[in-house]
């Protein structure tokens, strides 16, 4: 018999699923002139009733997809993601890794213009792992939909590469006194704490301080878009830090 290796691969590995579906094939190959027959790949997919998909867990193909697929959920293609999300399925990819991809994207591309995507794909992994596979793919589907839906922002990922920049590139700058625990006497009368403004005893719960160093003072590492949830966020921010506009 030809062709061995899309019967394994098309019946999944369960031996019961190879034996019908070899049965079928039987069936559907044509006879040779000697009575007996050869089955092929065409009887093998016509007896699966679908196509082996071309799909490497370990190659170039593996990552080819998972990138096509990230991108589509990016790129805001709720169509495009889930037909990459059927690719990977069908080819055998752990539905684990793809839900961990999305838990990624969405701080990595949404954040705070819809902060619920995160509990979602969180939501999603916790999910997969719980029913597995085939129903997996219903929750899988529901999650890269949404994400694609969603509004877009960076503004997350770039704060901390921007931050993690300074922190490697600048000295160590040290804490202001008014932002210090003062846990003892000495550090009190060092002014460890001296001039702390709290929160929760003004007006709408804010009042502007310092709270980066002298070093760094004034500096924006977070900058939210003007997209979903985030124009909210941008214009509460500006409106309390009206010396540090976004």
């Known amino acids: 018999m030809e062709d061995r290796d899309d019967l394994m691969l098309l019946s999944g590995g369960d031996a019961r699923m190879m ?32 196509k082996y998909v071309r799909y490497d867990k370990g190659g170039e193909e593996h990552y080819n997809i998972i990138s096509a697929f990230i991108k589509s959920v990016r790129g ?21 890794f793809i ?52 509004p877009k922002s960076n503004a997350a990922v770039a704060a901390i590469g921007a931050a993690i920049d300074d922190v490697r590139s600048l000295p160590d700058a040290p804490v202001p006194l008014h932002l210090r625990n003062a846990p003892t006497k000495m550090m009190k009368d060092l002014g460890y704490g001296v001039e702390y403004k709290y929160s929760h005893g003004f007006d709408r719960n804010f009042v502007e301080q310092q709270y980066l160093p002298d070093l760094l003072k004034g500096k924006v590492y977070y900058a939210p878009t003007d997209n979903g ?3 909210n966020i941008r214009a509460r921010l500006n409106s309390w830090w009206k010396k540090k506009q976004r």
């Open 19 to 50: 034996l019908n579906g070899l049965e079928t094939a039987i069936r559907l190959a044509p006879a040779r002139p000697d009575g007996g027959k050869t089955v092929t790949k065409k009887e093998i997919e016509e007896a699966f009733q679908r």
């Open 76 to 96: 805001s293609d709720p169509d495009a993601a889930v037909y990459w999300l059927a690719r990977m399925l069908e080819g055998g990819e752990d539905p684990k």
């Open 99 to 150: 839900a961990r991809r999305m838990i990624i994207l969405a701080s990595e591309d949404i954040g705070n213009a819809a902060p619920h995507a995160l509990t979602l794909a969180t939501s999603c992994f916790t999910a997969v792992d719980y029913i597995g596979m085939p129903e997996a793919r219903i929750v899988l589907s529901q999650t890269a939909a949404y994400l694609s839906s969603c």
């Open 229 to 231: 949830e985030e124009k």
